[in-house]
C-alpha cells in the first residue's frame, strides 16, 4: 500500500460522493432529524454503507472495461429499450439539477435577507454554471481541488452548527447502530424511504464508472488493474465516510433542536427573537414541519443571526457542487447512450434550460412551501430512477464476457438481486402512498397503468 498511489487515484470518489450532499439529501436529513429525532440514523447509515458497494461496482466496471456504464448498456441493449433507458436516466438528471436549483435560490434568498426574491436566485444559478465550464478548461484535478474546497465548506458550516446545538451524543450512538424506531408511524416510515431515495442516486453510478476512465490503468495487466480497483474503493470510503459525517451533523442538529417541537413554540422564540419571519410558522400546537428554508429561519430565531447565514453558505455549497457533476452526468450519458458529441457548454444549457423553466414557475407565481414541497416529490422522482442504474450495473458487473476474471461472485449475485427487489418493492410502497394522497380515481387508474409499465420495463432489464 502507498499513499502517493491512493494521492494519484484520488478525485473520482469525492466528485462522486457529492451527490450524497445535494440539496435534496439535506432536505431529507433534516425532516429525518425533525420527523423522527435521532431514531433513524441506523437508516442513513445502511443507505450510506449500500450506496458505497453500488459505487463500487460501478468503478469497477470502468476500470476493467475502459468503458462507462452508459457505454456499456448502449453495446448490451438494443435500440428500443435503449432509448427508454437513456430518458428515465435523463429525467433522473434534470430532477436532480431542479433540486440544485431550488437549494441554490432557497439559500441566495436567505443570504441577502429576503432582498433577492426566489424567482431572482433560480436566475443567478444559471450565471454559476458558466463559472464552472471555465473551471473545467483547466482540467479535471483543478476541478477536483475545487469540490474538495466545496465539501470542506460544507463540513465546516454544518459542522458549526453540530457545536452550537450540542446533540445528545449518547441518543447519537443509539440511534446509528440500534436498528429499531420506537414508537414510529407512518411519517417516519415515509422519511427512512426517503432517505434512501436521496441517498443512492441513480445517475451517480453512470458517473462514476466514466470519472474513474480519467486515471491511466494498463487493462492487459491484471495486476494493475486489481490495484486500481483497490484504490478507488479506499477513495471511495474515505470520500463517503467525510460525507456521512456532514449528513449526520445536519440530522443530530434538527433531531437535538426541534423533534417533538410545535409551531407555537417555534413562534414564541421567534418572536422574542424579533426574527421578521415567525409569521412562517402559524400560532398552533401542530407538530413543526421543516424544509431548507424553514430550517435556516428556525436556527437563526434559536441560535442567533450567524447560524442562519451559515447554514445558508451550507446549502449554497451543496447546490453549486452538485450542479457540475449532474453537468458531467449529462455529458457522459448521453455520450454514451446515443454516441452524440456535445459540447459540455451546450450540455449544460440543454440540462439547465429544462430544469430551470418549472422550477421558475413555482418560484414566480408561489411561495417558499411550493418550491420545497417541489423537493420531496424529486427525491420520490429520484427512488423510482433507481433499478434503472442498478439493474445494468449489476447484470454488466456479473457477465464474465464483460468483466473477465473480474465478474461479481454468487454473494454479489444474490446480495443485489435482493437489493433490487427491495428497492422495487419501497418504489411501489411511495407511488401508491403518494397516489392514495391524491385521492382521484383518474390518477389511481393512470398510476396503476403506468406501475404495470414500469415494472414490466424493470422485469425485461433483469
Known amino acids: 500500500f502507498s499513499f502517493r498511489k491512493l494521492w494519484a487515484f484520488t478525485g473520482p470518489g469525492f466528485l462522486m460522493s457529492i451527490a450524497y450532499l445535494d440539496p435534496g439529501n439535506i432536505e431529507s436529513d433534516l425532516q429525518s432529524g425533525a420527523v423522527a429525532g435521532f431514531k433513524l440514523l441506523w437508516v442513513l447509515l445502511l443507505a450510506t454503507v449500500i450506496g458505497l458497494l453500488l459505487q463500487r461496482l460501478a468503478a469497477r466496471l470502468g476500470v476493467v472495461t475502459g468503458l462507462h456504464l452508459a457505454e456499456v448498456c448502449n453495446r448490451q441493449y438494443q435500440k428500443f429499450p435503449r432509448i427508454i433507458l437513456w430518458l428515465m436516466v435523463e429525467l433522473a438528471i ?117 470519472l474513474v476512465k480519467s486515471r491511466q490503468v494498463d487493462r492487459s495487466n491484471k495486476r494493475e488493474v486489481r490495484e486500481a480497483n483497490k484504490y478507488f474503493f479506499i477513495e471511495s470510503c474515505i470520500a463517503l465516510f467525510v460525507s456521512f459525517i456532514i449528513n449526520i451533523f445536519v440530522v443530530t442538529v434538527f433531531a437535538e433542536a426541534f423533534y417533538n417541537k ?112 417541489m423537493n420531496d416529490f424529486l427525491n420520490v422522482l429520484m427512488s423510482l430512477q433507481l433499478p434503472f442504474a442498478l439493474i445494468p450495473v449489476l447484470t454488466f458487473t456479473s457477465l464474465p464476457s464483460v468483466m473477465h476474471d473480474f465478474a461479481n461472485g454468487l454473494f454479489w449475485k444474490v446480495a443485489g438481486g435482493l437489493l433490487i427487489l427491495l428497492i422495487c418493492g419501497i418504489n411501489m410502497f411511495f407511488v401508491v402512498d403518494y397516489v392514495r394522497s391524491l385521492d382521484n380515481l383518474g390518477l389511481y387508474i393512470g398510476a396503476a397503468v403506468l406501475s404495470i409499465v414500469y415494472l414490466s420495463f424493470v422485469a425485461y432489464l433483469v
Not at 282 to 294: A, C, G, H, M, R
Not at 306 to 325: C, E, F, H
Open 94 to 210: 434534470i430532477g436532480s439539477d431542479m433540486q440544485e436549483v431550488i437549494g441554490s435560490a432557497i439559500a441566495i434568498n436567505l443570504l441577502s435577507v429576503g432582498k433577492i426574491p426566489l424567482w431572482g436566485g433560480v436566475l443567478i444559478t444559471i450565471a454559476d454554471t458558466f463559472v464552472f465550464l471555465f473551471l473545467d478548461k483547466y482540467g479535471l484535478r483543478k476541478l477536483e481541488a475545487f469540490f474538495g474546497f466545496l465539501i470542506t465548506i460544507m463540513a465546516l458550516t454544518f459542522g458549526y452548527e453540530y457545536i452550537t446545538v450540542k446533540p445528545n451524543q449518547e441518543k447519537l450512538l443509539q440511534g446509528l447502530f440500534i436498528p429499531y424506531c420506537k414508537d414510529c408511524g407512518t411519517p417516519q416510515l415515509e422519511q427512512a424511504v426517503g432517505i434512501v431515495g436521496a441517498v443512492i442516486m441513480p445517475h451517480n453510478m453512470y458517473l462514476h464508472s466514466a
Open 262 to 373: 410545535t409551531n407555537a413554540d417555534v413562534n414564541e422564540v421567534c418572536a422574542n427573537s424579533s426574527s421578521p419571519h415567525s409569521s412562517l410558522f402559524p400560532n398552533n400546537n401542530q407538530t413543526l414541519e421543516v424544509d431548507i428554508y424553514k430550517g435556516g429561519v428556525v436556527l437563526g430565531c434559536y441560535f442567533g443571526p450567524a447560524a442562519l447565514y451559515i447554514w445558508a453558505i451550507g446549502i449554497l455549497a451543496a447546490g453549486q457542487s452538485s450542479t457540475m457533476t449532474g453537468t458531467y452526468s449529462g455529458q457522459f450519458v448521453m455520450e454514451g447512450f446515443l454516441n452524440l458529441r456535445w459540447s459540455r457548454f451546450a450540455r449544460v444549457l440543454l440540462t439547465r434550460s429544462i430544469a430551470i423553466t418549472p422550477t421558475l414557475f413555482v418560484a414566480i407565481f408561489q411561495d417558499v412551501e411550493h418550491l420545497t414541497g
